[in-house]
């Protein structure tokens, strides 16, 4: 009985809706229902989570816009070679991480490592697009250590889950998201 009410309440209200809008009565039929096709993987393909990839070129000019610079000792970006720093691959949020890290900070920051090899492996490593190194500044160590959660270990997470690790020289950061962006 409720149901009937409501399906009535609606039909009245739509054909209160076409009145209003001059809409014909036939041009507000419903349409054919079409079901959305569902990719079935296999059964024995890994299924993660989808990630928007950045390559080299468009991660350093939204580093740029963002007033943040970056260094390679070996003076390239080859995501190959170990002396250099690239961002080939590297994940939109790990961009967008760095930008609101800048932001919020308003410290000089300066990436030192990116997506090449020669990094640590694992699921949320550098080579697949999670990581970056930044430059020790006391301006950056002063807002993580004063800002974030100490969970040990020399290491801080962010409000968001983004964890702070302080290496010998560098901070290596992992973006799980983008920190509030």
């Not at 739509?14 to 229902?33: I, K, M, R, W």
């Not at 890994?46 to 350093?60: E, I, S």
């Not at 390679?72 to 790990?94: A, E, H, K, V, Y």
């Not at 409000?159 to 702070?164: L, M, T």
């Amino acid at each position: 009985m409720r149901t009937g009410r409501f399906r009535a309440a609606v039909v009245a209200a739509a054909t209160a809706l076409l009145a209003v809008t001059g809409a014909t009565a036939a041009s507000a039929a419903p349409a054919e229902v079409v079901q959305d096709t569902v990719f079935q993987p296999a059964t024995d393909t890994p299924v993660t989570a989808l990630v928007t990839k950045l390559t080299h070129a468009q991660a350093t000019a939204r580093f740029s816009a963002a007033g943040i610079s970056w260094t390679s000792s070996g003076g390239c970006s080859d995501r190959n070679n170990p002396t250099c720093t690239s961002f080939t691959q590297i994940n939109l949020t790990t961009v967008q991480g760095a930008e609101t890290l800048k932001r919020a900070t308003g410290c000089a920051l300066t990436i030192t490592g990116g997506t090449e090899t020669g990094h640590a492996s694992g699921t949320y490593s550098h080579w697949n697009g999670y990581k970056l190194d930044f430059r020790l500044t006391t301006c950056l160590t002063n807002y993580v250590k004063g800002t974030f959660t100490s969970i040990g270990g020399n290491k801080w997470q962010s409000g968001s889950g983004n964890v702070y690790y302080l290496e010998s020289n560098h901070w290596d950061v992992t973006y799980y998201n983008c920190g509030g962006c």
